[in-house]
């Protein structure tokens, strides 16, 4: 049914769990599948008790985006399996939704598959839903696993 499976993956509970029907999918069709992490590409300023704030460099920050994408990917790699070898793609943008739509467009993916937090009510409203942004604005089909 389909060739390419784009997957966000943030380090979650969540993202991990449901990387065990990601693989079992993208064994059912023979499709290929490409990790996607998102950062922002802007370092925070961290302020301490004084009105001087201390941050880190665009440099050093891009660094520590970097390390901590690698690992994400080598986790989620070990939850789907050895027999899925999966791609990886590191994308910075400051809107997540944004860079999982680019993700999926730089990855040639025919369809994102993502998890959901399962927010509603006011959890919903106030902390948003990204798989919902994604769902809104892809060109592409999105499968949510539950």
Known sequence: MFKHLLVPVDGSDVSKK??????ELAKADGAAVTLVYVSDPLPPTIYS????GYGITQKDHQKVCDAYAKDVFKKAATALGVSIKAKTLHVS???LSE???DGAKKAKADVIV???HKRTGIKGILLGSETH???IHSKLPVLVLG
């Open 18 to 23: 449901s990387l065990k029907k990601v693989a």
């Open 49 to 52: 008790d004084s009105t001087m």
């Open 93 to 95: 943008n400051s809107n």
């Open 99 to 101: 860079g999982i739509l």
């Open 114 to 116: 993502m998890s959901s």
């Open 133 to 135: 942004e994604v769902i």
